[in-house]
Structure formats: structure tokens, C-alpha cells
């Protein structure tokens, strides 16, 4: 009954509900290479989600991600094509690093000058966007210009299940341990809920958002490496527009936008919900650009289930027991 | 009308602070004093507090309590004076700090995250935590919250959320919270405020708990038999001052209401006399579920009719009713004789009925626009729908009319209303509602925050509003304010009205015994 209740299980319910019809409709989507393909295909929309889920809960919001992706996934693949020999663990490292760099841009903003999380991240998002072309010079970096291992890396399969598959179950499994068992997770959640009584408890809250959004933009800087390489492909455009898949699927899973709610489940679930759209209107061969129709109506619908019984009351002023009346009188 | 004159601060009525056998105080604040951009909040307060007792701070609204407690949790820095807690000198920069030496509020607005658990709110910001993975110990945290409730005699989950509790078990996170730093002092501001009879005897149980094992607690109340019930001694401020203090078995209610109410000073008001004709509005049998209940009174026009009662008694809920910003109201209203129904604020100016709202930073006036499009907004529909051409020039002249019958201090018209002072702000709200031509201007705490040279201007503004023919609403818990302003008094208590008094009747020490819900004994007072 409480299981009902808790809105990640009725997600997960939808999930599989939504995978069962279309698998009605069209069986080879319920066919295993389809369903792993699903789930590959959904990694990296999981992994953004889990940060972005984080930045959410402090009140924040961070509209960079996917420019922070393009230029740690550019760089990357500049590095490794220019640098054959140069170890994969380097490469990674160095696209982990630019994300961190560029989400502490973000955060030291945010955070200590105390400026508005979406018009900073906006403007961040043009800005890396940008650098982007000014870096590659408007070039693509295609596969042939990419290291062997560099492209193989993603999918590469260890006990069965491919990089990507593993290095979300990883990033879950931290997300989840930092959000409930961290201080700074803690944190982050007590910042969202009440900012003003946060600093009254004593809670570094210029600190906590810096790392918050570096962390958001160091997962960036992973998955564009991974992008780049499961893609085969680095352009300017690499990722356009997915910011806003991200804070769907956010929202989606649950998240207010409000600040101080948010779990590591609903924004997987979130994540997982839109992948299976994507995947499965193909397969049904709905239109793609029914797919954004699709997926606005799916936040609509979710954050009017989140609004539900928000409307507040007047003050309680009148005393509430008529024993109270006769003592106050 | 009766003023105690009380030039400097003197004890008066009780025992010395270090009276023989007492024990040192665990607090003592010496002299303090804190002023906000010239205007005097604190000035030379003091205060004496032992452990295992309870403090009852006693003043009127605005009396400095709330200033007074802010200092003490390191909210404000006082600009001058002593805090000695343990005899050793000691200041706060910060509420951590003032946390961190023991001193603890259990505030009217909670630090409380409602999205987090009970156990959780607690600790929060001060998790402990085990291993190398610096893991939050939850086992830990929530045995100890146990632990608490259990020593206060509590039944409360600690892994609910506390979005879910009700103000009292919200007071008992807090209480708990307090108990587990160790806290010296606990400061309740008026704690009972919104809690069952049965929730307050709760508290009053946890209070005697806490007195027992040495902590002391400073009682911020406006019910005199709560204070009586509760406290042992008490503390008198007024107007910022230090007033008197001693044990509350040595002094009456009244006396006590005198000591509130007291006045160095006649503050001269420039009341002017107008007719006071027949009854303009006339309102009956006002309820709401949770706000107000039975609220009726009658404006006459010419008059200005005011509106005492503490903070919270439920004066502006009912002039946002009136003004037709709430819902579920019930009750009859009628204007100039004739019944009308007003549910939306558009209505209302329609008929007549102006409300100037207390927080003009976020209701009164749009502070990033122009001056000029403040004064005009709410009847622009009556200028044109088009600005343009001689409709633009009407708008600008409207403007420049109302700035000028007020007074208004600023280079131009087009300037945001954001740069300008605290009371030409104000005056810019009160000519936006002037240029609606009301019958009934309500103006809610219209000199709150402003320095005294403005206020002035405001209150000749409103003695000429009604030579005018307006009839004026004043809300005010400035009781100067209103028995210097006001015609007729209505004091409300509770969301009721208490009493409505003449203006000869009002005298401050009727009016304040009205609002606190308590009856006088007026044997020499009593005027029929």
C-alpha cells in the first residue's frame, strides 16, 4: 500500500507498462538485443540526470550541460586524434577535467557571488558552445581521426554488459550514497528545502553549491567523452538542445523545481521513461517530431501531478478548541 | 489618559537583578543597544537571566522583543553593550555561533526543512558520521532523536517528514534540537501561538522539564495567564528601553499593563476635526473558517477609525477580505446602505474601497517600475487603452498631481520607485490608491519602517484624506499611532472583534488589556 504510494514505483510501474504496449504493438521491441540497446541508449541521459537532479534540489538549475559535453567531448577527441598514443585513461581524465573546470565556473558564480543559477548557466551554455567552434574551428572530428580504442571504449563489453551500462550502474550507485549518506549530499537537500534557515544551521552554502555544480559539469565532461566516442563523431552541434531532455527527465522523476526533493531513483526513472519514447516511436514509426510533443506532454502531465494539493489555507488565527476560546476570552 | 513617567531606566516594582542569596546569572545582557539606519530599536537594554528559571519578556508590539532576540541568537550584531553568558564576555557573529554557546530560539517563522525527516532536522548541518567514507551514521542519529523524545515524554516519529507535523510537534523538534546542543538558554517567542489548549499543556510540561534541568528560558508571550502560569520572573521593555524587572508574584496584571504602556513622551499628532457624518460602510457577521469569526463594525464617513491588536490578531485578514482578497468569506458588507459583494480587489476599487497593504516592498508598490506608472496602474483602464498621444500626457498628469498634493521627494517622475526612501515609497502607494478616488482608503500599518520626518508627513496626509470627505481605515499596532489618529478604536483579539472604544475612551491601558484578551478591574476607571 505505502509502495503504491511512492511515486518512484508508480514511475517504474509506467515504465514497464509503456514498454509492454509497445511491445503489443511491435513484439521485436521486446525482443533482448532491443531492450539492451534501450538501456545503452539511455546511459548517458541517466548519468546527466543524476547531477542535474542535484544541482535541482539546491534551487539551481544548470542549462550548460550539453555545451560543457560538446567542448570536454571536442577536446577529447582533438587530444586523441592529434595524440595516437596517447593512453585512453589520459584522454578521459583530461575531458573529466575540462567538465569540472567549466561546472566550477558555474558554481563559484552561483555560489559565491550569489548570482541567479539560470541566467549564469545560460549564459555559460552560449559561452561553451561557442568555444566549441572557436576550438575546433567549425571542423568535425570524425571516426578515421580517432584512435581504435578511443571509439571501442563505450561499448566494449566486461562480463556481458557494455562500458557505458557499467559506468552508469557506477555513477548510480555514488549518486545514491552521496545524496542520502554524505553530508554534502544532506547539504544540498537542506539548501533546496529552506535556503535562509541553511545558513542559520551553519551549512557552507557558497561551498556546497561550487561543488555541486562542478560535480554536474565533471559528469558532463564523462559523458562527453563517451558521447564522442559511441557517436564516432565530435561537430559543434554535438548534443544541441539535450539540457532540456535532461531537466525533463528530471522533472519527469519527480524533481521540483522549487528546490529540496529529488531522488536518485526518479531521476534514473525519469531518464529511462524518455529513453523508451525515443526508442520505441521509431519502432512504432510514429514521427520523430512527434517525440518532442510526446515528451512536453508528459512534463505537463507530471507537473500537474506534482501540484496536486499545493493550494495553501488562510492563518489559523481563530483558536481551534472552544476550551482555548474560554481561556483566551 | 494615564502616563507613567519614566525618564531613564528604572527598575521599578521588583527585586535588584543580584539580590542576596540569588545566583549569578547564566545571561546577562548589559546596556544594549542596536539602531537601523538611525532609527532607535535598543537602547540600553538589559537583561537577567538565571538557570532553571523562566524569563518572561514582556512589551508591546514593536516594544524591541524580536530585535532583542535576534541579538541574543546572533542575527543582529548590537551596536552597543555587554552579553555575558557564564560571566565571561561573549559576542555573536553568527547564529551558528550564538548556537554553539548554548543559545537556542524556538521561533514564531521555524528553522525547520520540511522536506526532511524529523530525526534528520535535528541534526542537520551537524551530522555525525562514521568511517573513511565519512558515512552519515542514520542508526545514530535516529536512536538519539529517539532518545530525546523519549526524555521529553514525546510521541513523535522521527523518520516522519516534518511537512507532515502540526505546529506543536514542530515546536518539539525544535525543543529537541535545542536539547540536544546542550543549550543554555532557550528562547520560546510566543511559542503557544497557534497550538491547542491541550499542545499547550504539553508545552508548559516540557518548560517545567527544561527549568528542572538548568536550562534557563526566556518566555516571549502577549497572554497574561500564560505568562503567570509559566514564568517566574519577568522583563518590561518598551519602545526599546529597558523598563523593569522582578518576580512575577509581586505584580498584578494591570500593573504589569501600566509598565507596558507607559509614556515618557506626549507624541503631538496633527489630528484635524472633521464632520463625521452617517454610516458610509457597515459590516456585519464577518467570518472566515480559520481566520476571523463574528467581525462586525461600522465606518462613518469623515471618520478615521482605528485598528489595534497584537501582531497576528487577524486585523489585516479581515481588510483583505473586505478588499476582496480571500476566499470562503462570509458575512454582510454594506456601502452607503446598500449590501454589496466583493470578491476580487478589481471589485472593490470599483466600489470605492482602496487598500494600501502593510509590506509595500512586496504588495504596495512595483518597485522596478516608474513613479509614474505606479500612481497610474490601477486605473489605467479608466485613461485609455492605448497610451498614446494626449491619453500618454492625461497619465503623466495624473501622476504629477498626486506627487505633488503629497509631498513626493524625487528628481522625476520616471524614476523606479526602488531608488527611492522608505517613506516616499510609501507615498508613491498611498497616491496610486488616491487616483482610484476612493470612499474608503484602508491603509494597513501605513508608517511601518519609515523614519519619524515621513511619518509625520503620512499622518497630516491622512488627517487632510478625511477633511477631504474619505472615510480611513487605520490598521496600526503603533498604539500611539492610533490613539492619536483615531476617532473610534476597534481593538481585535484572537480574529474577534474585543472591543470598540470612543476616542475619549481609549485610554493606552484599556486598549492594551483589550488586545492581550484580558478584562481590567476598573473600579476608578471605568467612564459611562
Known amino acids: 500500500m505505502n509502495l503504491l504510494k511512492q511515486r518512484e514505483f508508480l514511475l517504474a510501474l509506467m515504465v514497464v507498462i509503456l514498454i509492454g504496449l509497445v511491445g503489443l504493438r511491435a513484439p521485436v521491441f521486446l525482443a533482448p538485443s532491443s531492450l539492451a540497446n534501450l538501456v545503452t541508449d539511455s546511459t548517458l541521459l541517466v548519468m546527466l540526470a543524476l547531477t542535474q537532479m542535484l544541482v535541482i534540489v539546491t534551487r539551481g538549475i544548470d542549462l550548460s550541460v550539453a555545451s560543457n559535453l560538446a567542448l570536454s567531448g571536442m577536446v577529447a577527441a582533438m587530444l586523441a586524434s592529434h595524440n595516437p598514443g596517447l593512453p585512453l585513461t589520459i584522454v578521459v581524465a583530461v575531458a573529466i577535467l575540462v567538465g569540472l573546470g567549466l561546472g566550477l565556473v558555474n558554481g563559484w558564480l552561483i555560489g559565491y557571488l550569489q548570482l541567479p543559477p539560470i541566467v549564469i548557466t545560460l549564459g555559460t551554455m552560449s559561452v561553451y558552445r561557442g568555444m566549441v567552434f572557436v576550438l575546433s574551428g567549425g571542423a568535425w572530428v570524425s571516426a578515421h581521426q580517432m584512435p581504435h580504442d578511443f571509439i571501442a571504449f563505450p561499448l566494449t563489453r566486461l562480463l556481458g554488459l557494455p562500458h557505458l551500462v557499467w559506468l552508469a550502474a557506477a555513477m548510480l550507485a555514488l549518486m545514491a550514497f552521496l545524496a542520502r549518506h554524505t553530508r554534502f549530499g544532506r547539504d544540498l537537500y537542506a539548501v533546496g528545502n529552506a535556503p535562509q534557515c541553511a545558513g542559520y544551521i551553519g551549512i557552507p552554502i557558497a561551498r556546497r553549491l561550487l561543488w555541486v555544480y562542478g560535480l554536474s559539469g565533471a559528469v558532463a565532461g564523462l559523458c562527453g567523452y563517451l558521447w564522442v566516442a559511441r557517436y564516432a563523431v565530435a561537430y559543434t552541434e554535438v548534443a544541441y538542445g539535450f539540457e532540456f531532455t535532461v531537466i525533463a527527465a528530471c522533472v519527469i522523476g519527480g524533481v521540483s523545481i522549487g528546490g529540496g526533493i529529488g531522488s536518485v531513483p526518479g531521476a534514473m526513472l525519469g531518464a529511462l521513461f524518455l529513453s523508451v519514447i525515443g526508442n520505441a516511436l521509431p519502432v512504432l514509426q510514429v514521427s520523430p517530431f512527434w517525440q518532442s510533443a510526446l515528451t512536453g506532454l508528459v512534463i505537463l502531465i507530471a507537473v500537474l501531478i506534482n501540484a496536486r494539493g499545493k493550494t495553501s489555507r488562510g492563518r489559523q488565527i481563530l483558536p481551534l478548541h472552544t476550551n482555548d476560546m474560554k481561556s483566551a476570552a | ?528
Not at chain 2, 516534518?162 to 523538534?173: E, G, I, M, P, T
Not at chain 2, 481588510?319 to 449590501?339: C, N, P, Y
Not at chain 2, 466583493?342 to 470599483?350: F, G, L, R
Not at chain 2, 497610451?387 to 520616471?414: D, M, P, V, W, Y
Open chain 2, 1 to 528: 489618559m494615564s502616563v507613567t513617567q519614566l525618564s531613564s531606566p528604572t527598575p521599578h516594582g521588583g527585586a535588584a537583578p543580584q539580590s542576596t542569596g540569588a545566583p549569578a546569572p547564566v545571561l546577562q545582557l548589559t546596556g544594549i543597544s542596536k539602531r537601523f539606519n538611525g532609527i532607535v530599536a535598543l537602547n540600553g537594554m538589559n537583561l537577567n537571566i538565571r538557570a532553571g528559571e523562566v524569563m518572561a519578556l514582556i512589551g508591546e508590539n514593536g516594544a524591541g522583543k524580536s530585535t532583542l532576540v535576534k541579538t541574543l541568537t546572533g542575527i543582529y550584531q548590537p551596536d552597543g553593550g555587554a552579553i555575558t553568558l557564564d560571566g565571561k564576555p561573549v559576542s555573536f557573529g553568527s547564529p551558528q555561533e550564538a548556537m554553539a554557546a548554548g543559545i537556542t530560539a524556538v521561533h514564531q517563522e521555524t528553522v525547520m526543512f520540511d522536506e526532511l525527516s524529523v530525526a534528520e532536522n535535528i541534526y542537520v548541518g551537524r551530522q555525525p558520521v562514521t568511517g573513511t567514507a565519512r558515512r552519515i551514521d542514520w542508526k545514530r542519529i535516529e536512536a538519539e532523536a529517539e532518545a530525546l523524545f523519549a526524555r521529553l515524554e514525546v510521541d513523535l516519529p522521527v523518520r516522519a517528514r516534518v511537512k507532515d507535523l502540526s505546529v506543536a510537534q514542530r515546536h518539539f523538534v525544535e525543543i529537541a534540537r535545542a536539547l540536544s546542543q546542550e543549550a543554555r538558554v532557550v528562547i520560546m517567542d510566543e511559542p503557544t501561538a497557534a497550538l491547542s489548549q491541550r499542545e499547550i499543556r504539553e508545552l508548559y510540561r516540557i518548560i517545567a522539564q527544561l527549568k528542572a534541568a538548568g536550562t534557563a528560558v526566556i518566555f516571549i508571550s502577549h497572554k497574561f495567564d500564560e505568562i503567570y502560569q509559566v514564568a517566574d520572573r519577568y522583563t518590561v521593555l518598551r519602545d526599546g528601553n529597558f523598563v523593569a524587572e522582578g518576580n512575577l508574584a509581586d505584580i498584578s496584571e494591570s500593573e504589569l499593563v501600566a509598565l507596558m504602556v507607559g509614556r515618557a513622551v506626549h507624541q503631538a499628532y496633527p489630528k484635524e476635526v472633521a464632520a463625521i457624518g452617517g454610516p458610509l460602510l457597515e459590516v456585519e457577521n464577518l467570518c472566515h473558517p480559520t481566520e476571523f469569526d463574528g467581525v462586525g463594525f461600522t465606518l462613518r464617513k469623515g471618520e478615521i477609525l482605528g485598528f489595534y491588536g497584537l501582531v497576528g490578531a487577524g486585523r489585516s485578514e479581515v481588510m483583505q477580505a473586505l478588499f476582496g482578497m480571500t476566499a470562503d468569506v462570509r458575512g454582510t458588507v454594506r456601502l452607503d446602505g446598500k449590501a454589496i459583494r466583493v470578491t476580487t480587489p478589481e471589485e472593490a476599487i470599483a466600489h470605492g474601497i482602496a487598500y494600501v497593504p502593510e509590506d509595500r516592498q512586496h504588495h504596495g508598490a512595483h518597485l522596478t517600475m516608474p513613479i509614474m506608472h505606479n500612481i497610474t496602474l490601477p486605473i489605467l483602464s479608466r485613461i485609455g487603452f492605448f497610451l498614446l498621444g494626449g491619453k500618454r500626457a492625461a497619465e503623466t498628469a495624473i501622476a504629477r498631481h498626486f506627487s505633488e498634493q503629497l509631498e513626493l521627494k524625487a528628481n522625476h517622475l520616471t524614476q523606479h520607485v526602488a531608488e527611492l526612501s522608505g517613506g516616499n515609497q510609501q507615498k508613491v502607494v498611498l497616491g496610486k490608491w488616491l487616483a482610484t478616488e476612493p470612499k474608503v482608503i484602508i491603509l494597513d500599518e501605513p508608517t511601518k519602517g519609515i523614519d519619524i520626518g515621513s511619518k509625520a508627513a503620512v499622518h497630516r496626509f491622512i488627517s487632510q484624506l478625511v477633511t477631504r470627505g474619505l472615510s480611513v481605515i487605520l490598521v496600526s499596532s503603533e498604539l500611539p499611532e492610533v490613539l492619536g489618529m483615531a476617532d473610534r478604536v476597534v481593538v481585535m483579539h484572537h480574529g474577534r472583534v474585543q472591543r470598540v472604544f470612543e476616542r475619549a475612551d481609549a485610554t493606552p491601558e484599556r486598549v492594551v488589556a483589550a488586545a492581550s484578551g484580558i478584562e481590567l478591574v476598573e473600579n476608578n476607571l471605568e467612564v459611562q
